[in-house]
């Protein structure tokens, strides 16, 4: 078994991309990354070395991120804002552009897993189809495919 400061330096960059997918924040990310190493540190004993050392980092992640979101849900506030939006911003091109998003994530939504796992990691968290067959246990070619029909499958329902 390798040392943590080792494991830290191979995986740090994959764990971080893939919180980075799921919280859309470099800061949050960068914390989550922390405390997933911080526990895989305290529960490196318990990996028995079924599953890539990786995938592994990105269950705990996934774990841990999923208690951070249901914590953030409980204190949940808006933040009030006292100004006016700019005179030069064109509200109509930003009510087009947050309609599309919209329309892009709902018909993500529609997109079955595991496939829309694979559209995630790879549009949000910006990871290399080799990366996400590492955390998906599969091949490189098995990402480039899915995501590939996940693409097709948001074309057709957003045409």
């Given at each position: 078994m390798q040392d943590?400061?080792?494991i830290y330096r191979e995986h740090a960059k994959t764990v971080y991309k893939f919180l980075y997918s799921k919280t859309q924040n470099g800061?949050?990310?960068e914390e989550l990354t922390q405390e997933t190493f911080y526990r895989a540190m305290y529960s490196l004993d318990t990996f028995n070395g079924t599953c890539?050392?990786?995938t592994w980092l990105c269950q705990i992640a996934k774990h841990i991120w999923m208690q951070e979101i249901e914590k953030r849900a409980k204190y949940l506030t808006t933040d009030l804002k006292d100004e006016l939006p700019a005179g030069d911003v064109n509200v109509i091109d930003q009510l087009v552009a947050t309609e599309q998003k919209i329309g892009l994530f709902k018909a993500l939504h529609l997109?079955?897993?595991p496939m829309r796992e694979v559209l995630y990691l790879r549009l949000f968290g910006d990871l290399s189809f080799k990366e996400i067959g590492e955390i998906m246990e599969q091949s490189e070619t098995w990402?480039?495919?899915t995501f590939y029909r996940g693409k097709k499958m948001i074309v057709e329902v957003l045409l």
């Amino acid at each position: 078994m390798q040392d943590l400061d080792t494991i830290y330096r191979e995986h740090a960059k994959t764990v971080y991309k893939f919180l980075y997918s799921k919280t859309q924040n470099g800061d949050w990310a960068e914390e989550l990354t922390q405390e997933t190493f911080y526990r895989a540190m305290y529960s490196l004993d318990t990996f028995n070395g079924t599953c890539k050392i990786s995938t592994w980092l990105c269950q705990i992640a996934k774990h841990i991120w999923m208690q951070e979101i249901e914590k953030r849900a409980k204190y949940l506030t808006t933040d009030l804002k006292d100004e006016l939006p700019a005179g030069d911003v064109n509200v109509i091109d930003q009510l087009v552009a947050t309609e599309q998003k919209i329309g892009l994530f709902k018909a993500l939504h529609l997109v079955k897993d595991p496939m829309r796992e694979v559209l995630y990691l790879r549009l949000f968290g910006d990871l290399s189809f080799k990366e996400i067959g590492e955390i998906m246990e599969q091949s490189e070619t098995w990402a480039r495919v899915t995501f590939y029909r996940g693409k097709k499958m948001i074309v057709e329902v957003l045409l």
